[in-house]
């Protein structure tokens, strides 16, 4: 049941794990890599049943539309955060600095829910200086349409979800399985094992390479599916 991509990074995973258990003794006083390590093994134990049926990736159409409403939302909230960004930089405000500092290339690499929130945050922030940006150019006209783009992403990244069937509640599943296993390697791995890059280099750069996904083909075709960005090593 799982797709080529799905396979691929439940491969890496185990690699991952599989790195990080060869040599316990750099970890031996971090309970809290010790605990990423348990949760991992248990993403592991619960998703390799799945390999059942290998399908490749899927044919577009819905993903294209979807890529273009984040270009979109991306390109918006990119904008109207450099503008935000310069004014709070006038106004000598760190607080809205870090909350304003985003651009086209980061926000587009977000994952969905976070550039949702990311954009959404821009806007309030956008909104609430509102007077003051009329200066920089922060039209109302300009603010309705990052308002916009992020409705319609909002909107459309749910579109292949609204069917009910048996099958395709299996597939949102394992989908919400594998964006837990992202956060799990990008947001508690990755950033826990930052320490060992100087302490423990081999044991760093031997997790590191074994995190890295290797894109082996299906071999059997599937209707159109959203894949999640593939995990990669901040």
Known sequence: MLTAKQDNRLTAAENTLAALREDATPYQRDQALQDIIADLQQFTTDLEPLRQKIRPKATKGKTDAKTDRRELLAVSAGEVAGDLYAYATAKTDRPLQNAANHSYGTLLNLRATALTDTAQEILDHATTHA?????YDVTPERLAELKAALAAFSTGKNDPRQETTKGQAARLAIKAKF??????????????????????????????AARQIID???KQQSPGEDEHPPIKPE
């Open 131 to 135: 007077q003051a940006l009329e200066k």
């Open 216 to 218: 082996r083909p299906g």
């Open 179 to 208: 964006s837990e296993l992202a956060t799990l390697l990008e947001d508690r791995l990755d950033r826990s094992m930052r320490k060992y890059a100087r302490s423990h280099p081999e044991f760093y750069h031997r997790v590191t």
